[in-house]
Structure formats: C-alpha cells, structure tokens
C-alpha cells in the first residue's frame, strides 16, 4: 500500500512550489479517491488494449504480468484466474472479467476472441474446419459468450473458465486533528491508499491535475499532466 500522508504532503509541497496556494483535507481526500479509482480501472483497459495487440511473451517485467501483479496486489481486490463460465456461454456477472480460457484433452489453454462471421467461415468451409484445431470465442450480449471448436459450441459449465477481479481499492483519507488552528496527520484516522507502490508517483500527478480543474488553474493542470508524462516515460523505459 501507499502511505497517503506521503501523498498528501507530496501534493503540498508541489502545489505549493508552483505558488497555487493549499488543498485542504477534504479536496485532498476527494481528489485522491478519484485518481486511485481512475487508476485502478485502467488496468483494465490497459489489459485489453496489451492483449489485443497479441503481446504473446510472458516473461517477468512484460506489460501483462505487470499489471496483473498490480491488480492482484491491490488491497480490497480478489483476483482469479479461474472464474466459473456458466454452460460454457454466462460470464461471472460482478466484478471485471478478462482472458478466457479452455480445457480440452486435459490441457488449460488462453484462447482468441474472434468476431462471430468468422466462426461461420471456418465452420462452413470442409478445407478450414479440417484445420480448426483451436478453441476461439466471440461475445454474444451482456457478460455472454460462445465458445468454439472445431467438433462445435462448448455448452457445458467446466471446461471454459475466465479471469475475474472482484473488489476494489477501499475508500482513502488523510485523517488529521487541529493543533493550533492547523491540520496535523492522524495516523489512526486516516486509510492509506490500496494500490501498488509503484503508482504513488501516478497518485501525485493525478491529484495534481484534479486540483487543477477544480480551480480552473491551468499551471496547476499542466504541473500535474507534466509529472504523469514524465512517469510514463520511464515506465515505458
């Protein structure tokens, strides 16, 4: 977890450096559940957008084991890689769902999604279903699939598992007591924030940018739109 004092007087003293005065607690507060939750959510466009871009490599520090390591250490989260897929076809209908998988043979298996004409394609061709020797899936509604082979639809609750993340990161506050007209930290009143340590840098610039716009200050926006491009720069290192 992140302390959020760290943040809070982070924020301060960066607010502070560009002359555009003080947050208070509770534009603190407000801001700092904002930018976690916006954080937190894009983990999981983030995935879509890495798998579907077919990075296939799975080795330690890749784009996607990263950021399913930040997802499953996010305090308040449960993650899993084995969500029950009802009759092959319902999704888990809570929480965010992610890459599907089979069994077949014994064999646990990512599989592709695909778009619906195609499975006609191979289905209706004798030269393509002689070599449709995979499992693939296309979105069939709300928290629906269908899932495929070359024998057919799989139908049946077991074979096709998922991905699932319940949960989310709790509420955060800088919790505080006023010793001479003044807000000082209070450790036992305060909730520090549930994301993965690597994301305090992402914390600051978010806030940053939120204060911004709360007080229509651009120099503030950008401080803050600044700091973010900077982090993403030496991630993407």
């Keep these: 977890m992140i302390n959020v004092d760290t943040v809070y007087q982070t924020v ?9 005065g003080y947050l208070t607690p509770q534009e603190f507060n407000l801001f ?28 330690v520090g890749d784009s996607v084991t990263f950021l399913q390591h930040k997802i499953n250490n996010t ?13 092959g076809t319902d999704l888990p209908d809570t929480g965010h769902t992610g890459q599907i998988f089979v069994t077949l043979g014994g064999v646990r298996k990512s599989i592709r999604q695909i778009e619906p004409d195609e499975i006609q ?22 928290q629906r699939i269908q899932v495929w082979t070359g024998t057919g639809q799989i139908t049946t609750t077991g074979p096709v598992t998922c991905e699932h993340v319940t949960g989310k990161p709790p509420l955060v ?10 807000a000082v930290y ?3 009143a305060s909730q520090d924030f549930g994301l993965h340590v690597s994301e305090q840098p992402d914390l600051v610039a ?12 651009q120099q503030l926006y950008q401080a803050g739109a600044a700091e973010e491009s900077l982090n993403i720069q030496q991630e993407n290192k």
């Excluded at 394609?121 to 709300?142: N, P």
């Excluded at 506050?173 to 003044?182: A, D, F, M, Q, S």
């Design 173 to 182: 506050y800088w919790g505080y007591i006023v010793v001479n007209e003044k």
């Design 75 to 87: 305090n308040g989260v449960t993650y899993s890689n084995t969500g029950i897929v009802t009759n």
């Design 206 to 217: 978010k806030i940053l940018k939120l204060a911004g716009v709360s007080i229509e200050d």
């Design 12 to 20: 301060q003293a960066l607010a502070n450096k560009e002359q555009r």
């Design 121 to 142: 394609d191979l289905l209706g061709s004798v030269w393509h279903a002689q070599a449709f020797d995979e499992a693939v899936y296309f979105e069939d509604g709300y």
């Design 32 to 59: 700092a559940n904002q930018a976690q939750a916006d954080i937190f959510e894009q983990y999981f466009y983030d995935l879509n957008a890495f798998r579907s871009a077919r990075f296939q490599e799975r080795q």
């Design 186 to 188: 209070n450790p036992n």
